[in-house]
Nanobody, 125 residues
Framework: QVQLVESGGGLVQAGDSLRLSCATS????????MAWFRQTPGKERAFVAA????????IYADSVKGRFTISRDNAKNTVYLQMNRLNLGDTAVYYC??????????????????WGQGTQVTVSS
């Protein structure tokens, strides 16, 4: 079982920035494609960003392109989500996810094998 632990969420004002982190103790982290999803009450979990296990160009949801950046530090077994110019629509619980199958980054929820517990991001006006 792979444990993913998110951190970095909080309450911010519109226009502010936050950086989320997702860490695992597994040394096989470098073989996982990683992603971030988010979810608001009453809605399905939605894709935000993903990055392949071997690097390459990340993919983003249209709603966050140009504002969010996903990155990874394999030496620290950590994936990050830098979120800039936050707006009210970014309020959600953010989840990181890992695909252990060495596949390209994917927008589908069922492409991922492991999930973190989520971290709340709240953007106020």
């Amino acid at each position: 079982q792979v444990q993913l632990v998110e951190s970095g969420g909080g309450l911010v004002q519109a226009g502010d920035s936050l950086r989320l982190s997702c860490a695992t103790s597994r040394r096989t982290f470098g073989s996982y494609s990683m992603a971030w999803f988010r979810q608001t009450p009453g809605k399905e979990r939605a894709f935000v960003a993903a990055m392949a296990w071997n690097g390459g160009r990340p993919i983003y949801a249209d709603s966050v392109k140009g504002r969010f950046t996903i990155s990874r530090d394999n030496a620290k077994n950590t994936v990050y989500l830098q979120m800039n110019r936050l707006n009210l629509g970014d309020t959600a619980v953010y989840y990181c996810a890992a695909d252990a199958g060495r596949r390209p980054p994917d927008v589908r929820i069922d492409a991922y094998d492991y999930w973190g517990q989520g971290t709340q991001v709240t953007v106020s006006s």
